[in-house]
């Protein structure tokens, strides 16, 4: 949608970077186990905005892709990866029109919400590949501005994920910060 993409052009636009160089929290305490858990190291990122969490991927022997619509924070991913050091695939894709293409290992979707497309996340694992996943949860002291289209609601990641063949391996919903977040990490059978 082109006034997602000139949105997040905008917020990335600026002289310095809009996240931190550190991967989300929850990502980075829950790569071991993840690495414990898959078989091969192939690993997508979606929307993955200045590419923080794609980079951490790479720095853990995954070969990665990682898609936004955005590019400047695309462009800004790139720059990153090229600076410390390791290699991102980065597409630059509106991600309601972009059909994933290839097996992966691992998906990560980080504040990020698209229901349409966990069917097609779940469908483009391998057996036993694994989705790691945290997004905003609508909750009446949610801070900032947000579409209440792309808002979990309570109880909702279990019900998005026990459709499908595998396992819900951690399920948690956290209302304790500003932005209260729902989280999952789902093992393909």
Known sequence: MESDRVKWNQRYGGKDYMFSFTPSKFLARSVERVCALVAGRRALDIACGE??????LAQHGFQVSAIDISELGVERGRARAEQVGVSVDFIVADLEDYRLQGVYD???DF???????IPEMVASLASG???????????PGLEGEHCKDYLLQSGEL??????????????????SHGT??????????
């Not at 590419?51 to 951490?56: L, S, V, Y």
């Open 51 to 56: 590419g923080r969490n794609a980079i951490f």
């Open 180 to 189: 209260p977040v729902a989280r999952v990490l789902f093992r393909k059978a």
């Open 106 to 108: 691992l998906i990560v």
């Open 129 to 139: 590949g694994v989705i790691l996943m945290e997004t905003i949860l609508s909750d």
């Open 158 to 175: 279990e019900r998005l994920f026990s459709w499908f063949a595998g396992d819900i391996l951690l399920l948690e919903e956290d209302l």
């Open 111 to 117: 504040n990020f919400l698209l229901r349409p497309m």
